[in-house]
Nanobody, 120 residues
Framework: QVQLAESGGGLVQPGGSLRLSCEASGFTFSSYSMSWVRQVPGKGFEWVSVINTSGSFTNYADSVKGRFTISRDNAKNTLYLQMNNLRPQDTARYYC?????????????WGKGTLITVSS
């Protein structure tokens, strides 16, 4: 029973900050790379960031690089996304996703997502 539960979404002003959390259960969290993926309302999905099992490697989409930071706490089975200098264009539903063993940038389990609205 793999479960991923995002939290921390809400309304924030442009230039503000927000931290998302994703609590994982039902699997060995420390054995999987994890990603954040977002969906703009009415549009498609965009991969945001990835982190490897230990947290020693991270990567980001160009649209968020320098503003967002992905991290994880394997002892707490939790994934994080620190979002700084938020822009209206960041408004989206943000999903926590587990990377599949089949290939990188392929995800087999997703959370329900948490909505971020960046507006004044």
């Amino acid at each position: 029973q793999v479960q991923l539960a995002e939290s921390g979404g809400g309304l924030v002003q442009p230039g503000g900050s927000l931290r998302l959390s994703c609590e994982a259960s039902g699997f060995t969290f420390s054995s999987y790379s994890m990603s954040w993926v977002r969906q703009v309302p009415g549009k498609g999905f965009e991969w945001v960031s990835v982190i490897n099992t230990s947290g020693s490697f991270t990567n980001y989409a160009d649209s968020v690089k320098g503003r967002f930071t992905i991290s994880r706490d394997n002892a707490k089975n939790t994934l994080y996304l620190q979002m700084n200098n938020l822009r209206p264009q960041d408004t989206a539903r943000y999903y926590c996703a587990r990377e599949s063993s089949e290939a990188i940038y392929l995800w087999d389990y997703w959370g329900k997502g948490t909505l971020i609205t960046v507006s004044s």
